[in-house]
């Protein structure tokens, strides 16, 4: 069974800095990756979806990359802002679709 | 991009009562949904995958009898919650693909909280 683990699980910074998210997967048999950004008590927000040919997509100050050989990707945010406060979910699609457990980020003004 | 909605956003009832949750997907049509439950504090785990016009596919370890999943047109699923515990109580959220393929990007709903009370 494909498992999804996010490291840190938390993380706070000040504003302005450059940060990395980690997403670590054990069956490397996927078709895509996706990001996600999930508010308090909301619904999931997509960020990015890398399918399992690419080794990178970006949007705005977001980037992520994928190397699926080593079961890893990242989720770089450039100058973080405090609206980028959410916890973080990746999640594979394989046979079906896994979620990690979380990265929760707080940026501080 | 692909829009999915929920309804009602949250639920409050009582214990041993029924509760049905909506699926929509409002600008394009969706052969597959997925229904997901998250307790406070914790990820996403997948309940059932909804197919339109047949049965749904339940994960190890959930109810069918308990939550029913009706998909039937491309636009809508509903999840039951039937006899509704406190232990029921959860987020739920669907998801839809936006066409045949499961390997394509999963939209999301904006989420069920449902309390039993």
């Known amino acids: 069974k494909q498992e999804v683990t996010q490291i840190p699980a938390a993380l706070s910074v000040p504003e302005g800095e450059n940060l990395v998210l980690n997403c670590s997967f054990t069956d490397s048999a996927i078709y895509n990756l996706q990001w996600f950004r999930q508010d308090p008590g909301k619904g999931l927000t997509s960020l990015l979806l890398?399918?399992?040919?690419?080794r990178e997509q970006t949007s705005g100050r977001l980037n992520a990359s994928l190397d699926k050989s080593s079961g890893r990707s990242t989720l770089y945010i450039a100058a973080s802002q405090p609206g980028d406060s959410a916890t973080y979910l990746c999640a594979v699609n394989g046979n079906q679709f896994y979620f990690g457990t979380g990265t929760s980020l707080t940026v501080i003004p | 991009g692909a829009v999915v909605s929920q309804h009602p956003s949250w639920v409050i009832c009582k214990s041993g009562t029924s509760v049905k949750i909506e699926c929509r997907s409002l600008d394009f049509q969706a052969t597959t949904m997925f229904w997901y439950r998250q307790f406070p504090k914790q990820s996403l785990m997948l309940m059932a995958t909804?197919?339109?016009?047949?049965?749904?596919?339940?994960e190890q370890g959930v109810e069918k009898d308990k939550f029913l999943i009706n998909h039937a047109s491309l636009t809508l699923s509903t999840l039951t919650v039937t006899s509704a515990h406190p232990e029921d109580s959860s987020f739920y959220i669907c998801?839809?693909?936006?066409?045949?393929?499961?390997?394509?990007?999963?939209?999301f709903g904006p989420g069920t909280r449902l309390t039993v009370l």
């Open positions: 909804s197919n339109e016009g047949s049965k749904a596919t339940y």
């Open positions: 890398i399918q399992s040919s690419q």
């Open positions: 998801s839809a693909i936006q066409g045949l393929s499961t390997y394509n990007e999963q939209f």
